[in-house]
């Protein structure tokens, strides 16, 4: 089959069989046509015209030796630095497209940290079954180029508990029974991007696990119209906006969404599980997949961060005050805070390396510099909202509706008092507003930033751990004339790529 | 007739006549019960609740010498330094009971300011007829304590040319007409904030103005109810929620408001008007009413920055990590941050002195601090929130609707996941978090902090101002053991507290 | 005798006995010539003299009603917020004068403590033993007009085990001996500010103590000239510099200095011993003293901002940038951060109030904006000097020396190639360089930014314990509808004056 | 000739012929051994030896194809991305066994920048003699292994004024004569890095020229050696130290400086002029020359960050406090920034790309992530600094002279109460505690973090005109459903490697 168009994407959720999503309460029929998805319906389908539009198929598209054909960079395993800088640069570009986050790529994630973790389970402890069904998988996905949402972060109960010890023992997704065809699964995971507008889901455990969370420590990928989904989709800022008539207010264009995941029960067959009780794997499993989409957060919150200083550009021509030096100051000052994210993401992605010896992929970003990238992002898109804010001016938070634009007898005044300079119309001025507005306080531009891929914490853990203070202090007391024990070689430099080679 | 319970503002305000305002694109009937607008009612309620409730009703409020009784804190004129304080210490607490900006201290500080530049009109110009009419003036508001809104911020149209050369001449309000019993005016303030929900609108000229621009120097205050006015209720985030049933994603509590305020042709007659073409005087005003309102910030903000505290602090111990160390700090941090605003408004109010010779009143702020204040205000909040966001954890972003909490199908799922420890249930944890989400994010907690009282660069201007550079240099010369010409003196702190007696 | 002036201050010095001081491995005759102290009592002397200055004199001076005549405010008992207001404004104003810390404050502080701390004793529990030997101690020093330092800090062995579980047991300052005429008293105390050039030491405990610890839990004054006193003074960056000849590299005016005090079983009569294995109160003692001086940062280190501030001004003059928009951004943005602390500084003193019952004195700071003052002086200083090296140019870090400017061979070269505008000369140019340097890298302005009166942890730790986060729920809980159980009353607002109360 | 040694390096600068180098105002013999500049010599040396040593020969060493045969990295042109990265990653690592600035940058910078200007003027305009005099040089310097400096900063005058507009002409280095032999230079250089201990320098024209500044729009080499070229060496922060004996206070033994270099009617011959009165082309070598330059500050500004993490690090252990929460918090943060700030610059290397046609070189790195890289440097030490010096404690501003530690007196007392844990002996921590001061205060990690490779408003200035307002507006405008001109295609992405292309 190959790859699809954005069209046959659409018609694939359209015959999925019946899933239970809610959302605001209530059981929606149709994704594809709701006013409260189609926004996300839409976002993601932009990932698959990617592929077919001029400026970025040939970012969008990859040649996979395992199918031997082209496939959609968003199911694409990474075979060297050039396909994890690319992957930064699409985000970016999609972002622009798109002005929201286009939620494929936890899925993508998903394939290369599984793709990874099965080749190490094999050549590690010579086990070959993980890695042959996955390599299956992955051809069904190439092959159909399917939707995939990546589930990690369970609802977790009691934080300071491991899920073994948690007074709901449902907490963390787990086995609730071994059959001989395959498992019963039963969990939630919260948090999950896109998981109402996919295909399939791939289940990964979220954290690192001791033997007695063995049933925890499970890997798999079911379609999501498999009996027992239940799906229940978040609220977000303005989202009550989009089931308003008119095309401004609620920015109907695009949106991303996420939801809660509810397996009650669900049956997977042996062939979709990658992994099973192996406990002692789980947070190798969630250190990959992590570094991955920390990395990615580079392209896509770049990408918000030009749509953000674009719009604070034209609303600052808007009302004549673009050459302003305070105005061009903060401009400025945004683009720095922007570049920098990104460059840490590009850093993390040409400074990747190859981590399994044998097959087609296994190129892993350099932990460091994902975690770089992740924690700016955790920082700067709030200071980013706030220059734009501050260039927007105060009717940022105070623009009247479309509808007040649109009825006759404000028409006239509204036109006349939101208008700045006399080349832009109110309606001009009124649109930016609102698309600054919903983008520079968006979930995915400010609380995502903040939590995906793992919370800032979660970064600076795995900074402290990659960063040697040994080889620091060793450097440190050479230099004040002190005794060195250390061993000095290779390792002085501290930016070990990854600890999972040892 | 003296203290107003908030029943009987609330009676008041049925008993306008009929006002054009504007939600939506519909008129609104009546505001105290339309769902968009009635939290906005609530809200500035509040502040006439507070003279009778026991936690507040001290510093709520105040000896008025002009009507020898009590009056409403929110209709005093500061008779010295504790005024000044009370007013932060009182816009705090408030915060805690509205959780939104309750809308009165721009009409109580536009009477401050009419205050202090009638007086000095007096005195520096021997004119005592705006003055007497201001004392008028001030005797109704007390005596019927009215809810005032205050409207400056003019919708400007282009930002770089004077009022007078803009290419539409109504982008800033200007008299249309005089008429021996008063003056047709005309003309949009943007951005004014509770304009919907008041009995009378103070308007105040928003910059500095030239003799050209003379027509535009205007003060003068109207009843809401006047022919040809027009409100214009703006939008804000979330605002579509309220509109909703169910009691918890909207925070239907209480909220606030800000719309355009439209004068197509209003009469004012004489005994009105506090400023007529006087464009001397413009720029004092304007710096007078800005210091008092950039000072205010210090109140509402730390009292908006409390709630959000608050939430975070609740939302964690709900997941169990309240006593790790890193929530901790990140706490320590908001508290840090939120104190450090609200210790510039007490300094910029201990610091405040008279500034007219005569009258019972005329107290100002420390302008340099109530600089300091607002800009210190432009900045905080966001990272407050962005800690917030922190430690509630993603599910800030993806939390279930009350509706669905309702839904029987997933009700049971739904408090099973939603809960961290035993303590807490689903619905608490989904309470809090749309309260964090709904206020972290709000128009006042943010874009207001940002532009409310003048925009970060309009603070800029002012400390650059205030402060004496000249004076500093010569500092560093005398210990740089250069020769200094500056005459030493008492000049020699650079914190005068204002040129405005020069 | 009263008031002495500086001179007298400075013949004082040389009339002390024989104390061991070291300066750079060598024993100093006397500190009033040595060219490495001689900054030192310079700076202190300052405070004396500007009880005479017309400038300062009325700031400087304060009515004691101890011995009935005017006293240097910096041996006063401060009896109302206006007293705590003047302290920071007498500090800010000499600091102008000085660049450099004056070094007298903890003495003074240490005063204000012990006479709290003592008079609660006497109120608490009844015993006025110490009250009445402070008092008399009190008398003396008001007036003879005492250099008085102030000794806290302990050199602390292993921060993480109490003074009782040292290896080292003197690792703290200890009684080692009681006899009947008094105690022997044997350790060190590190970084005390102006130790070499006092005329007596405040000995104070450094931390909470428990029973264990009750040796350690001694307050104490003595003559800096007693018998088994040493001084071992520190260095300081640039200090090798003041043993040059030329009066511009290095800043030879002005300076302070820091050193450890070792006490080697130095006796102290009863009659100078103000707390005596009181433990229990040794962590009240420290929070009263911390809070004193954390307050006084703002005027202190505000001070030397606008040296900073005024430094970087002329010097952008001198090469004709002073007007550029970027230029004048920077310069407002320290001011900004100046007076941001010095604001938190103006609201700590303001919101100060009596913690005793009896007595004339007793005033305290508001311990939480006595924090965020000291919290923003951890930080601010730093950005200010990164600011000011930024507009001075790269040749704060390069330029020549004095001695270069005067050798024949180079001076009109240098003349000519130092020089900006035309109205400045090279000399102008390299005084006010060298100024900036010496002033904005000092370990007065940075080291003890961050370190003096406690380093930033212990601020977020009094802060943490300061601010109600039970209440900051309970106001949260209220809001979002839920049930709160804490008693609603004036505790409502979270600025608790002080924990000393209860 | 070939790689020299450290060694052989250093013999030569006692080669040179007797340049006229003034160093406190006095003349210097031998740079080699006066120790003011000796640890300025150890520190360049150290770029020669690094092509001898284990650990870092790998990256020290490259093949030129010019000479064809292996030469010094610092002397190489580069060749590909991999010569860019390589560049950052020996810069790191050489930092760490100097902890100052090595300067041997600038003058690698200005060879690679000579080649892409020498050669684009060939390409370009057919004009081949600039390129075939710098190519005879460049393999002269490679052949010789030569220590260059490079000199780019003019001492500048008025800062408003155009070099031919200075009313002193001699501001900018300028062309005084002509010749037939060569030229005649006269003008002063400021702030030039490790300008007393090189072979040769390379004289750069310092901003863009218009025609008539044509005089001033020269570059060219000369031996230091040369009549007329005089030298005033700087002063540094902590200088005076170095005159001391001692082997701790001072750290000596590694060092940088910066000196001005003064010009007095200097013969150039003819094959050594690579640029002469070709105004035009200035703007762009300044431009092509900065890049370059703050590129590489990601990866000696760097390595500057670990040794002050070590530092930090080693001495929180030598007070037992290194577990601790916040300690290992700030920990991560210094970690964070550091490498933030290396990502950059991996990032400006990995897209760096070929900016000319022809020949075996002429790679440049990507402007963009250049300026952010630098843009970074600018702030974060002082923040890396601020927490270094928290983590220490205040003994960092107070701590004794190695001369107290070594007299019989003290030493007993002194070894006592500097130590912490016993594991550590009071000098490692004085050892420790002089390093981080010496280091962290410096001119090398602050002030050259600011203004090295153009101050922070330059790299703003490049930011701005990279970045593609344009660009981003019309993304935003398209998001906005408004109407967008500009052409899709390539160029939607506003990461340009650069404008030379053009």
Redesign the interface.
């Given at each position: 089959m190959g790859l699809r168009t954005g069209d046959q994407y659409v018609d694939g959720l359209r015959n999925r069989k019946h899933v239970?999503i809610?959302v605001?309460?209530?059981q929606v029929d149709d994704v594809t046509t709701h006013p409260f998805l189609r926004p996300s319906v839409k976002a993601f389908k932009a990932t698959f015209d990617a592929a077919f539009e001029?400026?970025t198929k040939e970012l969008a598209r990859a040649y996979s030796p395992f199918i031997n054909e082209e496939v959609n960079r968003f199911v694409h395993i990474h075979r060297g630095p050039e396909d994890l800088?690319a992957k930064v640069?699409l985000l970016?570009?999609l972002s622009?497209?798109v002005?929201a986050c286009f939620q494929r790529c936890v899925g993508w994630d998903a394939l290369n940290t599984l793709f990874i973790i099965t080749t190490r389970i094999s050549e590690v402890e010579g086990r070959r079954t993980y890695l042959e069904r996955f390599l299956n998988y992955l051809k069904y996905v190439q092959r159909n180029d399917l939707a995939l949402a990546g589930a990690m972060?369970d609802?977790?109960?009691?934080?300071?508990?491991r899920p073994s010890e948690q007074?709901?023992l449902?907490?963390y997704v787990h086995v609730a029974e071994e059959r001989s065809d395959g498992i019963i699964v039963r969990g939630?995971k919260?948090?999950i991007t896109g998981i109402a507008v996919v295909d399939e889901v791939i289940v990964m455990p979220t954290r690192a696990m001791t033997e007695k969370d063995a049933d925890y420590a499970i890997s798999f990928a079911i379609p999501l119209d498999s009996p027992g989904v239940?799906v229940?989709?978040?609220?977000?800022?303005?989202?009550?906006?989009r089931?308003?008539d008119g095309?401004?207010?609620?920015?109907p264009?695009?949106f991303n969404h996420?939801?809660?995941l509810?397996l009650?029960d669900v049956f997977v067959p042996w062939d979709r599980v990658f992994l099973y009780k192996d406990w002692a794997w789980a947070g190798q499993l969630v250190e990959v997949f992590s570094s991955f989409h920390r990395q990615g957060y580079a392209g896509c919150k770049a990408g918000l961060g030009?749509?953000v200083?674009?719009?604070a550009?034209?609303l600052a021509?808007q009302?004549?005050?673009a050459d302003k030096?305070?105005v061009?100051?903060k401009?400025?000052e945004m683009?720095?805070l922007n570049?920098?994210m990104?460059?840490?993401g590009?850093?993390?992605s040409?400074?990747g390396r190859k981590v399994v010896s044998s097959g087609d992929g296994g190129w892993w970003v350099n932990p460091?510099?994902a975690n770089?990238?992740k924690?700016?992002v955790?920082?700067f898109p709030?200071?980013i909202?706030?220059l734009a804010?501050?260039i927007a001016?105060?009717?940022?938070?105070?623009?009247?509706?479309?509808?007040?634009l649109?009825?006759p007898?404000?028409k006239g005044?509204?036109e006349?008092?939101?208008?700045?300079?006399?080349e832009y119309s109110a309606e001009?001025r009124l649109?930016?507003l609102?698309?600054?507005?919903n983008i520079s306080?968006s979930?995915a531009y400010?609380?995502?930033s903040?939590?995906?891929a793992g919370?800032?914490?979660a970064q600076?853990i795995s900074?402290?751990r990659l960063?040697d203070?040994q080889?620091?202090?060793?450097?440190?007391?050479?230099?004040?004339?002190?005794k060195v024990k250390i061993q000095?070689?290779?390792s002085?430099?501290?930016?070990r790529p990854s600890d999972i080679e040892k």
């Open positions: 239970e809610y605001l309460g209530k001029e400026d800088v640069k970016r570009r622009h497209k002005g972060t609802v977790k109960g009691v934080r300071t508990l007074p709901n449902d907490s939630a919260a948090n239940k229940v989709v978040g609220r977000q800022v303005n989202d009550a906006r089931l308003e095309e401004i207010d609620g920015l264009y695009f996420e939801g809660m509810i009650e030009d749509v200083i674009g719009a550009y034209n021509k009302i004549g005050v030096a305070h061009q100051d401009l400025t683009v720095f570049e920098t990104y460059s840490a590009l850093a993390a040409w400074e460091m510099y770089v990238t924690q700016l955790t920082r709030y200071e909202a706030r804010h501050d001016g105060g009717i940022i938070g105070t623009a009247p509706s479309e509808a007040d649109r009825n007898s404000l005044l509204l006349k008092y939101l208008q700045g300079v006399q001009e649109r930016m609102r698309l600054l507005e306080l979930v400010l609380i995502e903040v939590h995906g919370s800032p914490e600076r900074m402290r960063y203070l080889i620091a202090e060793a450097i440190s007391k050479r230099l004040a004339g002190l000095w070689g290779k002085i430099e501290p930016h």
